[in-house]
């Protein structure tokens, strides 16, 4: 009996996606299949199987070190797994045991960057059946699930700003590989502070349209491709997609940007201000409704024009602001993220809504009639989980709804209006978290507890370092 029967883990909807997927491998010719979970940091890890292989890891998965749980940004392991517990309770972490990683035969594609090689996402699970708990897949489904019995269905459109640069050098002498290695050495595109302008998008376009012809080939649902604000800049919008497929899209589009950019000798990021002169900071706007599961209306659409949104929807955003920092460690996990949070940038720096207002952190676009009425949350960095991102969203939503709380009044001015700040440090959304009996509820204190490890750790070594700020203010000074 293979895993997958033995716990239950497929639908007869997985059993069909599963002979469909060995049938087009055949079909397409496929060699190699990349089996991937996107670990805590939303980043994509996993193993290669040949096509020959394939059935059996369909059906039983393939083990994966349980170390990569435990590890930071720059790949280093945190947590004690030489001990008992692993250093995280678990007796199945202990000694850098192996998990497996199980393949959604719902997700597969083919990728068509690489020859003959195609692609399945994955959750991972202990060797006895139940899921390893810092999956953050399934920390979306549970949220998905709760928003089900509630009787809605979330929609999310993802707008996602990144840089793209020319790459000048790798850096791949045995000096530079560390933990992490040296940063590439990169050259612009194009200038910038043209927003919009045909002029810059024409400069960009050879090195977008490498991207929008990969992307649309492996059925992400492009929408739209735009020359951003600053230098080498740029946005790339998808179409609104139901449940957990937007998230996945997420991390699809991240990987797949890379690894296509980089293929044609250019190197794309998702961090958030990068430590260039005269680069602009980038955000990942997320555009999220929900839809009745009996009628299939959009659940926010307002019933007159007195309405900016429905009152669930309004209870809805009302969840979003008063979870705003404690979920704000979700929304911008590094760092770095918190160097955006600036007044009178198109960025938000505190609990505001306002309607069509791109200063305010919630966004609200909405009209009678308006199958697209929806909020959008401004307050999202494009390195983001996109599972705890929006799972965040939908805990804090569910608990404006539940509670039918009021968001209070537009702002008009949303760089003055005398309401909370975001976070301004990843060390001060940490607190922000514990604090927040809501998130920690939602997302269990287990989880909280592992993912405050983590990024206290990165703050621990961030604050080791002495920055070049450091040098110049006292070296010669003093």
Request: hydrophobic share 40%; glycine share 8%; charged share 25%.
């Amino acid at each position: 009996m293979s895993f997958v029967e033995k716990h239950g883990l497929w639908t007869e909807a997985d059993r069909a996606a599963a002979t469909e997927t060995l049938k087009r491998a055949v079909a397409e010719g496929i060699e190699l299949v990349r089996l991937s979970f996107p670990d805590q940091h939303g980043i994509l890890r996993g193993k290669t199987v040949v096509v020959a292989d394939l059935r059996r890891a369909l059906e039983n998965g393939v083990t994966v070190t349980t170390s990569l749980f435990a590890k930071d940004s720059s790949h280093k392991t945190v947590f004690d797994i030489w001990h008992a517990g692993g250093g995280l309770n678990l007796r199945e972490m202990e000694g850098a045991a192996d998990a497996l990683i199980i393949p959604d035969p719902k997700t597969f594609r083919v990728l068509p960057w690489v020859e003959r090689t195609g692609w399945l996402l994955c959750e991972p699970y202990f060797h006895a059946g139940n899921p390893v708990p810092f999956g953050t897949r399934r920390i979306l489904r549970e949220a998905l699930t709760r928003l089900a019995v509630a009787g809605y269905d979330y929609v999310a459109g993802l707008e996602v700003e990144f840089h793209l640069f020319r790459l000048k050098d790798p850096k791949l002498q045995p000096i530079d590989a560390g933990q992490p290695g040296t940063p590439p050495e990169v050259e612009l595109l194009t200038q910038g502070y043209q927003y919009l302008t045909e002029q810059r998008f024409d400069a960009l376009q050879p090195a977008l349209d490498i991207l929008r012809r990969d992307l649309t080939e492996l059925g992400l649902p492009l929408r739209s491709l735009e020359v951003e604000y600053g230098p080498s800049q740029a946005e790339i919008t998808f179409f609104p997609r139901t449940g957990i497929e937007a998230a996945d899209d997420m991390v699809l589009l991240r990987g797949a940007v890379k690894q296509i950019a980089r293929r044609h000798g250019f190197h794309a990021t998702f961090m958030c201000r990068p430590r260039l002169p005269n680069v602009m900071s980038s955000g990942w706007h997320l555009h999220q409704s929900l839809r009745d599961k009996k009628t299939g209306t959009n659940a926010f659409m307002p019933r007159s024009e007195k309405e900016p949104l429905s009152p669930l929807g309004m209870a809805f955003m009302a969840g979003l602001l008063a979870h705003g920092r404690g979920g704000a460690i979700f929304a911008a996990p590094t760092i770095n993220g918190y160097k955006r949070y600036r007044p009178n940038s198109l960025a938000p720096d505190r609990l505001i809504w306002g309607k069509d207002s791109r200063g305010a952190m919630i966004r609200v676009l909405g009209a009678p009639g308006d199958e697209g009425s929806r909020v959008e949350n401004r307050a999202g960095e494009p390195a983001a989980n996109p599972y705890l991102y929006i799972g965040a969203q939908i805990f804090a939503g569910l608990d404006g709804m539940t509670r039918q709380l009021d968001p209070g009044p537009s702002a008009d001015a949303p760089y003055e209006a005398k309401v909370p700040f975001l976070p301004r440090t990843l060390g001060e959304a940490i607190a922000t978290l514990r604090a927040d009996e809501v998130m920690v509820r939602d997302f269990g204190p287990a989880f909280v507890d592992y993912y405050v490890r983590l990024k206290q750790a990165e703050i621990a070594r961030h604050e080791a370092e002495v920055s070049e700020w450091e040098q110049r203010e006292y070296f010669e000074i003093f």
